[in-house]
T-cell receptor
Framework: NAGVTQTPKFQVLKTGQSMTLQCAQDMNHNSMYWYRQDPGMGLRLIYYSASEGTTDKGEVPNGYNVSRLNKREFSLRLESAAPSQTSVYFC???????????????FGPGTRLTVL | AQSVAQPEDQVNVAEGNPLTVKCTYSVSGNPYLFWYVQYPNRGLQFLLKYITGDNLVKGSYGFEAEFNKSQTSFHLKKPSALVSDSALYFCAVRDWSGGNTPLVFGKGTRLSVIA
């Protein structure tokens, strides 16, 4: 039971390049989330998927797209990377069954992205 | 809208002394409150949560948190700090009506336990 896994662990891009961050969970969770972490800013929500087939914008969605590929996988795509997207990206999941406000979110190990 | 404030960016405490990391929240309904810890170059690990019932919640690694509705606070505490407790701590909230919506996080408090 690996929990939440993310690939890659590290990535360096040049401005304008594109890439996809992958996230998978094996806990049969319904909901999945993408956050970014920047010094002094805490965790900010980029996008989330409350259930398979749905996605919603979070606090900082500009410059990103997401795909909920199936119940297990939720990817984050940067179409044209910018230096402002240099950050650590975390995927999380929660909610077995119908989901509830009391459900705990579980986090992956993160992807450290640098855009030059 | 939900929000969380962690008023201290940094907390320093001597090993063996009690520690407190502060958190206040704002929600429209009843809150569900969470504490997470992040060690260097790692993801966030769940410590404990308050849903309902006893205002004192016990969690992992000897940590506990006290829910105070009148002060809208959920401070994290430990009776005797260890050097290994040094990490970044995040408080998070979701209100009762949110379903399985994303948690809203504070900016984090860095705890440094000095030997």
């Amino acid at each position: 039971n690996a929990g939440v896994t993310q690939t890659p662990k590290f990535q360096v891009l040049k401005t304008g390049q594109s890439m996809t961050l992958q996230c998978a969970q094996d806990m049969n969770h319904n909901s999945m989330y993408w956050y970014r972490q920047d010094p002094g800013m805490g965790l900010r929500l980029i996008y989330y998927s409350a259930s398979e087939g749905t996605t919603d914008k979070g606090e900082v969605p500009n410059g990103y797209n997401v795909s909920r590929l199936n119940k297990r996988e939720f990817s984050l795509r940067l179409e044209s990377a910018a230096p402002s997207q240099t950050s650590v990206y975390f995927c999380a999941s929660s909610g077995v069954g119908g989901g509830a406000s009391t459900d705990t979110q579980y986090f992956g190990p993160g992807t450290r992205l640098t855009v030059l | 809208a939900q929000s969380v404030a962690q008023p201290e960016d940094q907390v320093n405490v001597a090993e063996g002394n009690p520690l407190t990391v502060k958190c206040t929240y704002s929600v429209s309904g009843n809150p569900y409150l969470f504490w997470y810890v992040q060690y260097p170059n790692r993801g966030l690990q769940f410590l404990l949560k308050y849903i309902t019932g006893d205002n004192l919640v016990k969690g992992s690694y000897g940590f506990e948190a006290e829910f105070n509705k009148s002060q809208t606070s959920f401070h994290l505490k430990k009776p005797s700090a260890l050097v290994s407790d040094s990490a970044l701590y995040f408080c998070a909230v979701r209100d009762w009506s949110g379903g399985n919506t994303p948690l809203v996080f504070g900016k984090g408090t860095r705890l440094s336990v000095i030997a």
